[in-house]
């Protein structure tokens, strides 16, 4: 049924082609920077007359149809000088356009050109961009850049406190987010327990987040869709870009293999922290160690006109030691072969194959040689998969999009041996296994110079497979663990459970006046993994598990409308945006729930279901001395469960209210620029004692109101500033000094509030609260480019 019905849309939209004039023409190519060959991911091509307006794609090509003609061609891109010729198209033609960086001079009449803003020219809501300009404006913790930290400066987009992992959006979980590096997906994305991401901002070309209705080509997750693309390194000449910090070095060296043809980058970093310690430690802790380090590689290779390979992959540690007596390791391996082909200077083919490993590991050891007592655990996540994806630019008015999209799930929930006196205990859970294969296909059609359409159908099929161990338990009261029924031994390839769904992804596009937009979409989205964890911030030994035959996928269904603008007498953007989002099937967890190394886990995980609405407010300016953009959340994030919580709705661990993001900078003169980042945000939701009881003349405090989340941290909030020194620039050398504070006025933020005894009173409780960076924190970081 789903192929007829494509087959039928496919029909009418070549019908519509074929119904083109004769003297239609086909002007296509590759936009890209002329001083080191990177592709150009959304540059603005338009034609005139007729406004023929056209965005390069991800690997920087764009098509256009038109009628043949004498043209006035113009091509910009932020930060990039206008490009602009006469053309006189009688035939279809190819042409690769090289843009020039804009000289400091000249960057703020190009900025001011450039009034089509990303979130003007697309159709879909909840697209948010930023540069790795952006990104390094953005004062951070330790002077060093990060790309998810910078993340979290705009709006729908939180964290449940200071160095926790992952990010939530729109009242999701931080599991609910499909990060993907050149296509390759990343399950962790936290160094240094979430005080740092493991993207190196030196490979790092673009970055864009969907947290609406995402394009169709996107599965698997229900929340949004964080989209990273590596940069393909210089193919004209030798370049080295690195940085020394507080914290940790990093280094990136590009060039071209065969200029024109090939280019590679190589990035690298390696936090020394524990080295600069050392002298400052006592004896006994100079084993410790806790450090990370990362690499990451790109290279790509034009073999004709027509085709083009890529090859990128990324390999990163954590490491945590103290002495011999433990050892906590994490980490995650990429890699991505994709090949660009041109059928023809309509049809653009991108073939991606991928493979990702997320894995983990403890060891702790007795320090007395006699105890023979010893601990080790892993786990991990592996995925393989191909994506081939095909655009059609049929015509001026429709450009489509289709293709499929196999992954295949391997999961090592873990395997714990403990050691006492020769005597071994083994515990290991049986490894599951999943399939999720996918068709989709979107337009975007432009109705009239007034309506675009973007719609999309995307059709999932995920199978819960065997080469497993299959449990099946008995029903009982909710919020108590499930008696275990029966185990089945499953074989190989054979499913065990199965599930398909449709998900439809429509957004529209209404040109009020000239460049203010209404806009509004509609959309579901599926997720068959979750993540195991029943604290506040996942650390990086929870477990990802598949759907089972005891564990539904999860559905978000999300509607959402706003408004853009960008007045013609200001340099400013404003962006209203409401949005409502419906989730079945969400994952909680019985109270007491035990989730480390228990093989009867599904036996404590609910299903219930969730809610969150809100409004997003922002102001952007991005030319000017004065960049940067202020915006304000407010919305609400609530779940519901049979037998928690008196069975009512309650908040969420997600839940922020109220959040303020002021992100600024400000060029003082040729050498000084200065940022500042404030936050504010309401505090976490959490759960606290209200009775007690006495055991053994021990006070045993516990909840009495039976009810989740009804109290919230403090609020949170932090001001951040930096300083940019511009060095004295040579033609081989240029570099800069970075001055940072982080938390400027010593914001004690609570990460959680605990109770214990009163060291004078024993029977009493007091209240302590945990702030995980309380202080001011200074950084300095020397950035170079040969």
């Known amino acids: 049924m789903m192929g007829l019905l494509l087959f039928s849309f496919l029909a009418a939209i070549a019908s519509t082609a074929s119904a083109q004039t004769t003297n239609s023409v086909t002007l296509s190519g590759y936009i890209r920077d002329k001083a080191n060959g990177e592709a150009l991911i959304n540059a603005t091509l338009r034609l005139n007359p007729g406004s023929f307006t056209v965005q390069t794609n991800a690997y920087g090509f764009y098509s256009v149809t038109l009628p043949q003609g004498n043209y006035t061609l113009q091509v910009t891109y932020t930060g990039y000088d206008e490009y602009s010729r006469e053309l006189v198209i009688n ?16 960057e703020e009449v190009i900025v001011q050109g450039e009034k089509k803003l990303k979130r003007t020219n697309t159709v879909a809501l909840g697209i948010q961009q ?42 999701g979980n931080v599991d609910e987010n499909l990060i993907i590096m050149d296509e390759a997906p990343v399950f962790n994305a936290s160094h240094m327990l979430g005080f740092f991401s493991v993207f190196n901002p030196d490979a790092v070309k673009n970055v864009t987040l969907y947290k609406g209705a995402f394009p169709s080509e996107y599965g698997g997750r229900a929340s949004s869709v964080l989209d990273i693309r590596m940069k393909d390194g210089n193919n004209q000449h030798l370049a080295v870009n690195g940085g020394i910090g507080n914290i940790f070095s990093r280094l990136s060296v590009e060039g071209p293999l065969q200029k024109d043809k090939s280019s590679f980058i190589v990035a690298a970093r390696r936090s020394y922290i524990d080295v600069l310690a050392k002298p400052f430690l006592k004896a006994e802790d100079r084993d410790n160690t806790l450090y990370f380090y990362d690499l990451t590689a790109k290279a790509n290779y034009t073999i004709n006109e027509n085709n083009t390979l890529f090859l990128s992959g990324y390999f990163g540690r954590d490491v945590f030691g103290v002495g011999d007596e433990a050892r906590f390791k994490w980490g995650n391996a990429t890699g991505t072969l994709r090949w660009n082909h041109l059928f023809s200077p309509k049809l653009f083919l991108n073939t991606s194959v991928y493979y990702s490993k997320y894995d983990y590991s403890l060891a702790f050891k007795s320090d007395d040689a006699n105890a023979g007592e010893s601990y080790d655990w892993t786990s991990n996540i592996q995925t393989l998969g191909v994506k081939p994806t095909l655009t059609w630019y049929v015509n001026n008015k429709h450009q489509l999009k289709g293709g499929v999209n196999y992954l295949h799930y391997n999961f090592f929930p873990g395997q714990g041996i403990a050691e006492s006196d020769g005597v071994k205990n083994d515990i290991t859970l049986s490894r599951r296994y999943g399939s999720e294969a996918a068709v989709f296909i979107e337009d975007n059609w432009k109705i009239n110079p007034k309506w675009n359409l973007q719609a999309g159908l995307r059709l999932n099929r995920y199978a819960y497979l065997g080469n497993t161990t299959v449990y099946y338990y008995r029903d009982t009261t909710a919020n108590v663990r499930k008696p275990l029924d ?62 089972t035959n005891n564990i539904n996928p999860s559905i978000t269904d999300q509607v959402s409308a706003g408004i853009v603008t960008v007045p013609q007498s200001i340099p400013l953007e404003f962006s209203a945006e409401v949005f409502y989002k419906k989730m079945d099937d969400v994952l909680d967890y019985i109270d007491n729930a035990s989730l480390d190394l228990n093989p009867l886990v599904e036996g404590d995980l609910m299903m219930g279901k969730g809610k969150s609405y809100g409004l997003e407010l922002e102001v952007k300016k991005e030319s000017g001395r004065l960049t940067g953009w202020v915006n304000y959340t407010l919305s609400r994030s609530l779940r519901k469960t049979e037998g928690i919580s008196k069975n009512d709705w309650y908040l969420s661990r997600f839940d922020r209210t109220h959040v303020v993001n002021v992100s600024t900078s400000y060029t003082l003169n040729k050498r000084w620029d200065l940022a500042a980042s404030f936050n504010f945000g309401s505090g976490v939701p959490t759960t606290y004692p209200d009775q007690r009881f006495d055991f053994q003349d021990l006070p045993v405090p516990y909840n009495g109101t039976g009810k989740r989340n009804e109290y919230r941290l403090p609020a949170y909030h932090r001001l951040d500033v930096s300083a940019t020194l511009k060095g004295k620039n040579t033609k081989k050398l240029k570099s800069e000094w970075v001055f940072g504070i982080y938390n400027l006025y010593g914001r004690q933020n609570a990460y959680t509030i605990y109770f214990r005894a009163n060291e004078d009173n024993p029977q009493q409780k007091e209240a302590v609260r945990l702030s995980i960076l309380g202080s001011i924190i200074p950084s300095i970081t020397w950035n170079f480019k040969f």
């Open 486 to 547: 029966h185990t089945e031994e499953v074989e190989s390839g054979k499913a065990v459970s199965t599930w398909s769904f449709l998900e439809p992804r429509l957004s529209v596009r209404y040109e009020l006046k000239k460049n203010t937009y209404l806009k509004a979409g509609v959309s579901r989205s599926t997720q068959y993994l979750h993540l195991l964890s029943n604290t506040a911030s996942p650390t990086p030994v929870d477990l990802y598990f598949p759907s």
């Open 91 to 106: 035939q279809s033609t190819s042409l690769d356009i090289p843009l020039q960086v804009a000289p400091a001079a000249m």
């Open 130 to 171: 930023l540069t790795m300009n952006q990104v390094r404006k953005i004062p951070a913790f330790m002077g060093e850049p990060d790309l998810v930290k910078a993340l979290l400066t705009l709006p729908g987009i939180t964290t449940v406190g200071e160095g926790a992992s992952g990010f939530n959006v729109r009242g």
